[in-house]
C-alpha cells in the first residue's frame, strides 16, 4: 500500500503537512485549533478564571473527534489519578482520536509543570521564586529534565511552563510563580528550565505573554500601564532569551491588556515582534478561555466569532482550555465571508508542524507511553526528590543572624511556634497537586510525603526538647491561641517562629494566582504573634514560608535570626531543618527585595534615580534586605580584583574578574554578582541592574577565580525613538555580593559610534571559572 506523503518521516515537515493540510476539510483543519477540556468543574472552585462561567461541557465528544483534535487539556492535572491508570486512560483517549478521524491524527496533550508535573503522586519541586534565589540555572535545567521525562512516560508532550513574568509589585498573588525582580534572573533561570524541559522532548510554553505581571495595583488580570520603555526592557528580555537560548516552541498569550489592547488581540505582539522581529516559528496558545474574555472580559469583540477572528488575526494558534470560540462560532463566520479561511490555515499549518515534529504524524506512532502498557509509573522517585532536596536546599536564604544563634544547638529547648510549622501544605505553591487540585478531593490524600519543618526539625535534632504550639491561623484574625504560644516559648531557650502564607487560587489563599494582597504586613494575626513571641525576651528564630515578601521593619533589631523560604517544595521541610541545624550551610540570595515598611508599593530594585529615596518625599522606599542579599555560616574572602578602569568600542568587549576564597571553617557557597551602572543617558535609567553571576561552591580554604566577559551589548536600552541603543559613555561595572553590597568596580567608557542593535545582540554575560 503506498503511504500518503504526509506520513512519510523521511520528507520535511513543511511538506508533509503541505499535503496533509490539501487533503482536509475546513472543519478538520479548524479541529486542531482547539483543545478539549474532559471532567473540569463547572461549580465555583475552578483552577482557572472564571471557569464555572466559561467552561462548557455540552459537547458530542463522539461527533467532535470525526473532525480530529488539536489538543487534550490536563488528563492528569484535572482530578487525582492514578499515574499508571491515567497513562493508560489517555492512550485509550488517543486511539479513539485516532480511529475517530479521517486521517488518523492524534491529539496534542498538555499539563502543568510550573513547579513539577501538577498530577497526583507527582513530585512537587519547589516554586520557580525558590529557582531565582538559589542562583543556579543548571540546578534548575536538570530539575526540568526531571519533570519533562514524567511527562513522556505517561504521554504528554506540552508542558505550560516556565512563568517569565518580572515581578513589578510584590503584593500580586503570582509572585510565587515568577523567578524574580529582575529580567536577567528570571532569562537565565527560565531560559535553563525551558532548555531541561526541551531536552526530554516536552513542548515548553514561555507565559504570560506579555506584561501581566505589571497588572495595576497588584490585581490579578488589571489593565497593564507599563511605558514602552518598561515593557521592552523589563518585561520582554526574557522571553527573548528563553526563545533564542532555550529553544522554546510554544508561548502563551496573557490575559492582560496593556494601554487598552489586549495581548491576545495584538498583532503587533504576537506577530510582528513574536514572529518577525524575534522569528518564532512555534505556536501561539492562549490562556484558559482567553479567547473568549476578549468579548466577556475586555470587551473589544461582540460576538464568540469577532473574538475568535481578533485572536486567530493577531496570531493564536490554538485555543485552550476547551473549544468555544474556535469551534461553531468560527465556521460560521469564514462561511459567511467575515473570516479569512487563510488564518485558519496558517494557523493550522503551525500546528500540524509542531504535531510532525513531534512524531505524532509518523505512520508508527503509537499511544503507548515510551515505559510501554503496564510498565509501573513512579512521578516521584528517589532521583525527583534528591533534585527536589538539593534546590530546596540552595533556595533558602539567610537573612540575618547578627549574633550566631543560628545554627541552633543540638541539646537545646526549642518552642516550634506558628501556622505553618505543622502544615505540610506550607511547602507548596499554588500549582503544586495537593493546594491546586486537591481542596476539592478532601478526602484523597496527598500522594506524595511532605515532611512539615516540625517534624523535619524534630529529626534533625533528635537531642533536643522540641515543643510546639500553633499560635494562630494562616489568616484567621482569631489570637485566642497565643497564651499557649507564649507560655511554650517562655520554657524553651530558643523560639523558631513558622510563619507565612497559604498557598490557593482566587481568594482561597493568601498567596497565589488571584490571591493578591493589600499590603506587605504578614498574612492574619501572624505579626502580632511574632511580637507576643519577641516580648517573652526569649531569642526568636523567624522562619518564613511564603510566596511574596513581606514588611520586616518592625522587627529589626529585635529578632535572633530571620530564614527566608518560598514555598520550598516537598523536601523544604528538611531543607530549612537543615539549615537550622547546620547541616546546610545557606546559600540563598534574594530574587526579590524585601521591604522595611508595607506600604509604598510597587516598588523593585530597578530604579531610576527619582525611584531612590531622596529630600523630596518622606517615603523612603530604600528595602530591608536588598536583591541578591544573603547570608552564609562561613566567610568569603575577594582577593585579586581585576577591575581596571578601560575604554571599549561600542561593541566591544571587557573582562573583569575577582578570586573568591572561603575563608571560614565550612563548606559553602557565595554568588558573585555583576551589576551595571549607567552614570549618564538619554532616557533615565535603573541607578543598577544585574548583568551577570556565577555561583560558586567552596570548600574551606579553597578559592576560585571568575572571569565574567562583559559585552558592550548588555548596555542596551530603549531610546526616545524606540530603538535599542548601545550609546557611548561612562558605565561602570560593579562586582558585588548583593545590589548594594559592592565590592570592587571597573570604569569603562564606550567610544565610537551609537550602535542600534537587535535580535542578534549578545544576551548573556558569559562566567568561566578556574
Excluded at 462561567?53 to 487534550?72: A, V
Excluded at 472580559?297 to 461582540?302: D, M, P
Excluded at 522562619?543 to 517544595?569: D, E, I, K, N
Aim: charged share 20%; with cysteine; aromatic share 6%.
Amino acid at each position: 500500500m503506498t503511504t500518503a506523503p504526509w506520513r512519510d518521516p523521511a520528507l520535511p515537515a513543511a511538506a508533509r503537512v503541505d499535503d496533509l493540510l490539501a487533503r482536509m476539510t475546513l472543519e478538520e483543519k479548524a479541529a486542531q485549533l482547539y483543545g478539549v477540556w474532559v471532567g473540569a468543574t463547572t461549580d465555583g472552585d475552578g483552577v482557572a478564571p472564571l471557569q464555572h462561567q466559561m467552561s462548557d461541557d455540552d459537547h458530542d465528544w463522539d461527533e467532535l473527534i470525526t473532525r480530529g483534535l488539536g489538543q487534550l487539556t490536563r488528563p492528569f492535572g484535572t482530578a487525582p489519578v492514578d499515574p499508571a491508570a491515567g497513562a493508560r486512560a489517555l492512550a485509550t483517549t488517543q486511539r479513539r482520536i485516532v480511529a475517530a478521524g479521517r486521517f488518523g491524527v492524534p491529539a496534542l496533550a498538555h499539563e502543568e509543570c510550573l513547579a513539577g508535573f501538577t498530577a497526583w503522586r507527582a513530585t512537587a519541586y519547589p516554586v520557580p521564586l525558590a529557582w531565582g534565589a538559589a542562583f543556579d540555572p543548571d540546578l534548575v535545567e536538570e530539575m526540568a529534565r526531571h519533570i519533562g521525562r514524567d511527562l513522556r512516560s505517561v504521554g504528554v508532550h506540552q508542558g505550560l511552563a516556565p512563568v517569565l513574568d518580572v515581578v513589578r509589585d510584590p503584593r500580586w498573588g503570582r509572585v510565587e510563580e515568577t523567578i524574580g525582580e529582575d529580567p536577567y534572573l528570571v532569562g537565565t533561570v527560565g531560559a535553563a528550565y525551558v532548555r531541561g524541559l526541551e531536552s526530554a522532548g516536552i513542548v515548553a510554553t514561555l507565559k504570560h505573554f506579555a506584561g501581566y505581571a505589571s497588572s495595576a495595583g497588584a490585581r490579578n488580570l488589571a489593565p497593564v500601564r507599563a511605558g514602552v520603555r518598561e515593557f521592552a526592557d523589563v518585561t520582554l528580555p526574557p522571553f527573548e532569551m528563553a526563545l533564542r537560548e532555550g529553544g522554546a516552541r510554544s508561548v502563551m498569550a496573557a490575559y492582560t491588556e496593556t494601554d487598552g489592547v489586549p495581548a491576545s488581540a495584538d498583532p503587533a505582539l504576537l506577530t510582528g515582534l513574536l514572529r518577525e522581529e524575534w522569528g518564532f516559528t512555534g505556536t501561539v496558545v492562549a490562556d484558559y478561555f482567553g479567547v473568549g474574555f476578549l468579548q466577556t472580559l475586555h470587551r473589544v469583540a461582540g460576538t464568540s466569532a469577532g473574538a475568535a477572528h481578533l485572536a486567530l488575526a493577531a496570531g493564536i494558534d490554538v485555543e485552550l482550555p476547551t473549544v468555544k470560540c474556535y469551534g461553531t462560532p468560527l465556521l460560521e463566520a469564514v462561511r459567511a465571508g467575515e473570516v479569512p479561511e487563510a488564518l485558519i490555515e496558517q494557523s493550522a499549518r503551525r500546528v500540524l508542524r509542531q504535531k510532525c515534529e513531534l512524531g505524532l504524524l509518523d505512520a508508527d506512532w503509537t499511544p503507548d507511553p515510551p515505559a510501554g502498557p503496564g510498565r509501573p509509573v513512579d512521578l516521584d522517585s528517589p532521583a525527583n526528590r534528591a533534585v527536589a532536596r538539593r534546590l530546596a536546599e540552595e533556595s533558602v536564604v539567610l537573612l540575618d543572624n547578627p549574633d550566631g544563634l543560628l545554627p541552633l544547638a543540638p541539646d537545646t529547648r526549642i518552642a516550634v511556634v506558628g501556622p505553618r510549622a505543622a502544615d505540610a501544605l506550607a511547602m507548596l505553591g499554588c500549582y503544586s497537586f495537593p493546594s491546586h487540585v486537591l481542596p476539592g478531593h478532601p478526602d484523597v490524600p496527598a500522594g506524595i510525603d511532605i515532611p512539615t519543618v516540625l517534624d523535619a526539625l524534630r529529626a534533625e535534632l533528635p537531642d533536643a526538647k522540641v515543643t510546639f504550639a500553633e499560635g494562630c491561623d494562616t489568616a484567621d484574625p482569631d489570637p485566642s491561641g497565643f497564651a499557649e504560644a507564649v507560655a511554650r516559648t517562655a520554657e524553651a531557650d530558643v523560639c523558631v517562629a513558622v510563619l507565612g502564607d497559604r498557598a490557593g487560587l482566587f481568594g482561597r489563599g493568601t498567596s497565589g494566582e488571584g490571591c493578591d494582597a493589600s499590603d506587605l504586613r504578614l498574612p492574619g494575626v501572624q505579626g502580632a504573634l511574632l511580637d507576643a513571641l519577641v516580648a517573652t525576651g526569649v531569642p526568636v528564630v523567624l522562619v518564613l514560608l511564603t510566596g511574596r515578601p513581606y514588611a520586616l521593619g518592625r522587627w529589626h533589631g529585635r529578632l535572633g535570626a530571620v530564614v527566608q523560604a518560598f514555598f520550598p517544595g516537598e523536601e523544604g521541610g528538611p531543607a530549612v531543618a537543615g539549615v537550622l541545624s547546620g547541616r546546610v550551610t545557606p546559600s540563598g540570595r534574594l530574587p526579590v527585595s524585601v521591604p522595611r515598611l508595607p506600604g509604598g508599593q510597587p516598588w523593585t530594585y530597578l530604579q531610576p534615580p527619582l525611584g531612590l529615596a531622596g529630600e523630596v518625599s518622606n517615603l523612603d522606599p530604600t528595602p530591608l534586605y536588598p536583591f541578591g542579599h544573603g547570608r552564609s555560616y562561613t566567610t568569603f574572602r575577594w582577593e585579586d580584583p581585576a577591575a581596571r578602569d578601560a575604554e571599549i568600542d561600542t561593541d566591544g568587549t571587557y573582562d573583569i574578574s575577582v578570586t573568591v576564597r572561603n575563608t571560614g571553617d565550612r563548606a559553602g557557597a557565595e554568588v558573585v554578582q555583576l551589576y551595571l551602572h549607567d552614570p549618564v543617558a538619554s532616557v533615565t535609567r535603573p541607578d543598577v541592574r544585574l548583568i551577570g553571576y556565577r555561583r560558586l561552591e567552596l570548600a574551606p580554604d579553597e578559592a576560585r577565580r571568575v572571569t565574567f566577559r562583559f559585552h558592550a551589548d548588555l548596555s542596551a536600552f530603549t531610546d526616545r525613538r524606540g530603538r535599542r541603543v548601545v550609546e557611548p559613555g561612562a558605565l561602570e561595572l560593579r562586582l558585588a555580593a548583593s545590589s548594594t553590597d559592592v565590592r570592587h568596580t571597573a570604569r569603562l567608557t564606550l567610544r565610537g559610534p551609537e550602535r542600534v542593535v537587535g535580535a542578534e545582540r549578545v544576551l548573556r554575560c558569559a562566567a568561566e571559572v578556574s
